[in-house]
């Protein structure tokens, strides 16, 4: 599948300023300890606590694990942006791959459901469960496109 945000729309890319982006390509397992690493600094630099900065990472992990168990290859990309609207910072990561695609979306993001045997069912729910904000895009024979997005959260008194 082409790797394109703008097929989530214009709008979605368009409000945000990238402000800093690491492209991982994943070919091997232990790309995903690349991928967990790199998060982790970049949500770091971004201004995320260190609870929220393992949150980011363990979602952008289950898109590697994913891509990498379903497609083979891929590529993960992570940012940090600015949201130019409401001036709040973030990490945004955009998984792709051009695997064979998820025949049901829906039942993809349900708890618990995997196509595999082996594996809980945990992955994209909790992604979506984790970031403020979260798209998919997959056809079949072609491939998959996750977008996510996580705010940092100011405490106001």
Request: proline share 1%.
């Given at each position: 599948?082409?790797?394109?945000?703008?097929?989530?729309?214009?709008?979605?890319?368009?409000?945000?300023q990238?402000?800093?982006?690491?492209?991982i390509?994943?070919?091997?397992?232990?790309?995903?300890?690349?991928?967990?690493?790199?998060?982790?600094?970049?949500?770091?630099?971004?201004?995320?606590n260190?609870?929220?900065?393992?949150?980011?990472a363990?979602?952008?992990?289950?898109?590697?694990?994913?891509?990498?168990?379903?497609?083979?290859?891929g590529?993960?990309?992570?940012?940090?942006?600015?949201?130019?609207?409401?001036?709040?910072?973030?990490?945004?990561?955009f998984?792709s791959?051009?695997?064979?695609?998820?025949?049901?979306?829906?039942?993809?993001?349900?708890?618990?459901?995997?196509?595999?045997?082996?594996?809980?069912?945990?992955?994209?729910?909790?992604?979506?469960?984790?970031?403020?904000?979260?798209?998919?895009?997959?056809?079949?024979?072609?491939?998959?496109?996750?977008?996510?997005?996580?705010?940092?959260?100011?405490?106001?008194?």
């Amino acid at each position: 599948m082409k790797m394109n945000k703008h097929q989530f729309g214009d709008k979605m890319v368009k409000t945000v300023q990238i402000i800093e982006t690491k492209q991982i390509e994943l070919l091997l397992s232990h790309d995903n300890e690349n991928v967990v690493y790199s998060v982790r600094r970049i949500a770091n630099k971004a201004g995320f606590n260190l609870s929220d900065e393992v949150m980011i990472a363990a979602a952008a992990s289950e898109l590697s694990t994913n891509i990498l168990r379903f497609a083979g290859k891929g590529q993960i990309e992570i940012s940090i942006i600015n949201d130019k609207t409401n001036q709040i910072n973030g990490v945004e990561i955009f998984a792709s791959d051009a695997g064979p695609g998820i025949i049901d979306i829906e039942l993809a993001l349900q708890e618990n459901y995997s196509s595999l045997s082996n594996s809980l069912g945990l992955g994209l729910p909790s992604v979506k469960r984790i970031m403020d904000q979260f798209w998919i895009k997959s056809v079949v024979g072609e491939g998959t496109l996750v977008l996510a997005r996580k705010w940092i959260k100011y405490e106001t008194d």
